[in-house]
């Protein structure tokens, strides 16, 4: 009975799979690649059918037959370069009947077409009979065949499995075997077949003739190739090279003139007296080429010099970015310690902050202000070892490593080497790329290390390795121990202003071919985009949305022949619609049971309204809005503070008896953890259960503990610029991080009200409204 399957589909160029067939073949299209990879997830089972047309990439659903077969992979192997070599078994005929899906891979509906049964009468048997017949006849004048096959088909008493044996063995093109493939009576498939070979054995016969011919005519070719082999060597003895002489002579020039240390020197010249020793024909002659150029290419003792001038450094490090005051320091600092002793080995710098911050670009403007080459390689996604240290040369088509293929581009020793995104590197069978890192950035290590495809120690130690990161959760300690880090914290509104103004509209304006007096933005614009229609830490979406303004101007300007325009608040709604965000005022309202918290995320600074309510119970605490244990046990450990302090904060010592306290933080949606949210929750509970208003200009932050204690957090910086975002003016914070104020921009400082507390009750005084506060 036929049934129904859904299956990952490989589409196959020029190759038919039938059933019952054991064959090998490489995988490479990225969607292929995948639905292979799908398949060994599930059942090893996988649809392969031929294109009509070979030579497209991605075919369509119209590109490619019908029938095909439903195969079982039984073997894959990863080869370099993305490559997959798959090893399958045909089951059965199935006809492609719906496209599921073909976004990351084919996904298809088929359904499988089993051979009815047919009834062995003698008409059949001798149809069986000619056809394997006819097969022996092919075998024995085709060379191509093994002898051995015609054992492996007088076995087969089933006529259909018969015609789909022989035909994996046949030359057929394309159509022929989709003929055969398409054929799902076992009676007719055998007529078609035996009307293919006996077609096959005219051609062969063709064939012999022709080969005869060719023969006298390779005879008399082998002669002149033996006649010029004697000439060549006739030539040797006079002293004339050949073009391997040549090439060796050039090789040997070009690794005496250049600057090598003695061991890849000494390398270069046991690997070319292995070159010397073979013939042109020698396969492994290409490989030996391509690694001697490689220890020709690789800047082993090339490096530029550093301009060490501080000032000029400054100016172009202060031209190129606004603010980032510790980094640029980091910077000048080691320049000055450069100039005292040349061979300091250089740090390892890790950037870590929010997307849009700078953090990338940084790296050109370190490079420009040292007078270092600069390079950059994302390691984002990156899963196999591979990509980092190279593979060995054992493998077909193995190449060298990111690193010391970057290096080779780079051209010296000692360039800004930015390795990007370095929170974002993953591992899987292939092996830990951070762990292959851990030799690249460890200054007491990289000053020998080893690519495995070079195999020879490479000087890192002159690389000025800038890393960046949005968080450091996700990097390993052993690689963050071998890093400096220096975070980026989220850019004022004022901040934001400065670097539209003297970074961002020129750099827009000139990528568009504009100017300041065609178009003009003005600071009410750059204000109101800031405030309504980016709410981020870095300014990407700034940037973004700058160039939006930019270019339907210059619409404007073309359709309406205006000479220029002026985008002020007024009109900018004309170019960016509606405002996406606004500070709501109502939510400044005091109001019971609502009280605004701080939280950091990984795209800087964020407000956290925390609700909470009460109802007739029994005692039960409620959370909601997919909390993390973490804030989960801050309020655990809150509503037992309450209680056990309840006749201080002036509550029903029993009110617990009577009463179910609900917490919610909206946006349910949003997974939300962290430890600075236990201020924030006690404060809404005490408020709830005494029915008293929280002051709704106030934001805070702090951790507790069972005895009321208020403990210091993290990330002060990023928790007040997101208070001034939101419009929120008064912060409470615990005592402990008195001391980050100094990170806090001034402009920002100056707006702002802090409250130190050490104790939830000085929260509670602070917060709650009216004579019945605490």
């Known amino acids: 009975m036929d049934k129904k399957y859904i299956l990952p589909m490989v589409p196959l160029r020029g190759i038919t799979v039938f059933p019952y067939m054991v064959m090998h073949f490489d995988v490479g299209r990225g969607k292929s690649v995948k639905a292979i990879e799908e398949a060994m997830l599930r059942n090893q089972l996988v649809f392969l059918v031929t294109q009509k047309q070979a030579d497209i990439d991605e075919p369509s659903i119209d590109d490619i037959y019908r029938v095909g077969t439903i195969t079982k992979v039984k073997q894959m192997l990863r080869l370099p370069g993305e490559v997959v070599r798959v090893l399958v078994e045909g089951i059965s005929r199935a006809e492609l009947k719906n496209l599921i899906s073909d976004e ?10 089993i051979d009815s049964e047919v009834e062995k009468d003698s008409e059949l048997e001798a149809l069986m009979r000619s056809v394997t017949s006819a097969f022996e006849e092919y075998i024995s004048i085709s060379s191509k065949i093994p002898l051995d096959s015609i054992y492996n088909v007088v076995t087969i008493e089933e006529p259909g499995r018969l015609a789909d044996v022989i035909a994996e063995h046949l030359s057929l093109n394309q159509d022929k075997n989709q003929e055969l ?49 004697q000439l060549k060597a006739i030539r040797a003895e006079l002293g004339e090279a050949d073009e391997i002489d040549q090439e060796i002579d050039e090789y040997e020039e070009k690794i005496e003139s250049k600057d090598l240390p003695d061991y890849v020197k000494e390398k270069a010249r046991e690997e070319l007296r292995r070159l010397s020793r073979m013939g042109p024909g020698y396969q492994e002659a290409s490989v030996i080429r391509t690694y001697i150029d490689w220890l020709l290419d690789l800047p082993w003792n090339e490096e530029t010099k550093d301009v060490l001038d501080i000032k000029r450094a400054e100016k172009i490090l202060n031209e190129d970015h606004y603010g980032l005051k510790k980094v640029k320091e980091r910077i000048l600092e080691f320049l000055a310690v450069r100039s005292f002793h040349e061979k300091m080995k250089s740090p390892i710098l890790c950037l870590v902050g929010p997307p849009g911050v700078g953090k990338t670009s940084l790296g050109k403007s370190i490079a420009r202000a040292m007078n270092r080459k600069f390079v950059r390689l994302s390691l984002g996604g990156v899963r196999d070892e591979a990509e980092i240290r190279g593979h060995r040369r054992t493998y077909v088509g193995a190449i060298p490593g990111g690193i010391i293929n970057s290096l080779k581009i780079a051209g010296s020793k000692n360039p800004v080497f930015l390795l990007d995104e370095i929170d974002k590197m993953s591992s899987d069978f292939r092996g830990d790329p951070a762990s292959a890192m851990l030799e690249v950035l460890d200054p007491e290590q990289n000053s020998t290390y080893r690519d495995h495809y070079i195999d020879l120690p490479f000087d890192l130690s002159k690389v000025l390795f800038v890393t960046t990161a949005n968080t450091l959760d996700t990097i390993p300690a052993p690689l963050l121990d071998r890093m400096e880090v220096i975070y980026i914290s989220g850019y004022t509104e004022e901040e934001k202003l400065n670097i539209a103004k003297e970074y961002l509209i020129p750099k827009i304006l000139k990528e568009h071919g504009a100017n300041e007096d065609i178009i003009k933005i003005q600071d009410s614009a750059i204000v109101g ?246």
Request: aromatic letters at 6%; a positive charge.
């Open 529 to 774: 985009i800031i405030s309504e229609y980016t709410r981020e830490a870095g300014v990407r979406s700034l940037e973004q949305n700058i160039a939006k303004v930019v270019r339907k101007s210059i619409k404007a300007i073309v359709e309406n022949k205006e000479k220029s325009i002026k985008v002020g608040k007024k009109n900018l709604q004309k170019y960016l619609g509606k405002p996406i965000y606004r500070v709501d005022k109502a939510n400044l309202k005091d109001k019971v049971g609502m009280v605004t918290g701080l939280a950091w995320t990984r795209v800087g600074g964020d407000t956290l309204t925390v609700e909470a309510t009460t109802m007739p119970g029994s005692g039960k605490l409620t959370l909601t809005g997919q909390l993390g244990d973490v804030m989960k046990e801050s309020a655990q450990a809150g509503f037992s503070y309450i209680r056990s302090n309840a006749d201080a904060l002036g509550i029903d010592s029993d009110f617990y008896k009577n009463l179910d306290i609900h917490i919610h933080v909206p946006e349910g949606a949003i997974p939300k953890d962290g430890p600075s949210a236990g201020i924030t929750m006690v404060t809404a509970m005490v408020s709830a259960i005494k029915k008293v208003p929280v002051k709704g200009d106030i934001a805070m932050t702090g951790e507790i503990t069972l005895t009321g204690k208020v403990l210091p957090i993290g990330g002060l910086k990023e928790k007040v610029l997101a208070a001034h975002r939101a419009g929120i003016f008064k912060v409470i914070a615990p005592e402990g991080n008195k001391r980050d104020l100094d990170e806090i921009p001034q402009s920002v400082k100056k707006k702002m009200e802090f409250k130190f507390v050490s104790n939830i009750d000085e929260v509670l005084k602070l917060s709650l409204v009216g004579d019945e506060q605490i």
């Open 104 to 113: 990351s891979f084919y996904e298809v509906e088929v359904l499988e077409k």
């Open 181 to 229: 493939l398409e054929c799902f009576d076992p009676r007719e498939r055998l007529e078609k077949l035996l009307g293919f070979i006996l077609k096959e054995l005219d051609i062969l016969e063709i064939e012999k003739k022709i080969n005869m011919r060719v023969h006298k005519q390779i005879d008399k070719s082998q002669r002149e190739y033996y006649l010029r082999e």
